[in-house]
């Protein structure tokens, strides 16, 4: 099976509301800030609404990573924004965000050729092979060594990963850090601890991974939380995350929270019309 291009992104399934739809308004009206006067500025007030449950900054933040407006153009950071938008609540896929690019858009057609790779046959696949290898850029260098794992070529993977990675690509150093066999034990924690600062769902992953026993069935649950709070304060806080956040709370762990803190975990952990698990 195909290691998913989407690694991240896609678990990306959160919900911003609270039990009461009310909450959810009047924090949002309270994360609105003045317009800011430079492009860094303004990705700062984006991610603070987005913290507060604005899914449309979300979409916004995707568009400031898809032209590279105050913050470095990344086409993994783009489809993680748009994620969040669609877990916020806005009625988005990544498929209709990238359907509505302009045609000559260089991610649209990243897009693409890696769908196209998925449904067809290993005749098409080599011309989406070709097609990778002229674009030339970082992205699709990992796109290729996405595709080298499909095929189980690990090696030529690697050194395309490596490549790609030493550009600045996102999704190549995510992917390094992510060995494509299952479990928790494979993943290098010290990388990804290394890449979260550019990479924040590596927060995410790094609290998924100590608050689940190891292979000796320990935990780390203070330090899994301090990981969930950094992905909050990035934005790309699941709700899987949250709910685990304020239950060690809610319990006497080790933690400070504000008030704030607590509204915006709820409105993570706690979607419309359901209760905490």
């Not at 039990?19 to 430079?38: H, Y």
């Not at 303004?42 to 913290?51: C, E, K």
């Not at 479990?183 to 290098?188: A, F, L, Q, Y």
């Not at 649950?221 to 992905?231: H, R, W």
Request: aromatic share 8%; with cysteine; hydrophobic share 40%.
């Amino acid at each position: 099976m195909m290691k998913s291009w989407m690694i991240g992104a896609a678990a990306f399934v959160l919900l911003a509301s609270c039990s009461e739809r009310q909450l959810v308004e009047d924090v949002a009206a309270k994360a609105m800030v003045t317009e800011a006067a430079s492009p860094e500025d303004s990705v700062a007030s984006l991610l603070n609404r987005a913290r507060w449950g604005d899914s449309s900054a979300y979409q916004k933040l995707a568009d400031c990573y898809r032209d590279g407006v105050g913050v470095k153009r990344d086409f993994f950071s783009m489809l993680t924004m748009v994620n969040m938008a669609k877990s916020r609540g806005a009625n988005i896929r990544v498929d209709d965000y990238i359907h509505g690019l302009p045609d000559g858009d260089a991610y649209k057609q990243l897009f693409l050729l890696m769908d196209r790779y998925k449904w067809s046959t290993e005749e098409n696949n080599d011309s989406v092979v070709q097609a990778l290898r002229a674009t030339g850029s970082m992205e699709a260098n990992a796109l290729l060594g996405i595709i080298a794992f499909d095929q189980g070529d690990s090696i030529s993977a690697t050194n395309l990963f490596n490549a790609s990675a030493e550009q600045g690509c996102t999704l190549a150093e995510l992917m390094l850090a992510v060995p494509d066999k299952p479990g928790p034990s494979t993943i290098d924690t010290i990388r990804l601890c290394a890449i979260a600062e550019r990479v924040p769902i590596a927060y995410s992953m790094l609290g998924d991974i100590y608050w689940k026993p190891d292979e000796n069935g320990n935990t780390n649950m203070p330090l899994a939380v301090k990981f969930y709070m950094e992905a909050e304060k990035h934005g790309v806080l699941e709700e899987q995350g949250a709910n685990r956040v304020l239950s060690y709370y809610r319990k006497g762990g080790n933690i400070l929270l504000t008030d704030d803190d607590v509204k915006r975990l709820q409105l993570i952990a706690e979607p419309e019309g359901r209760s905490e698990e």
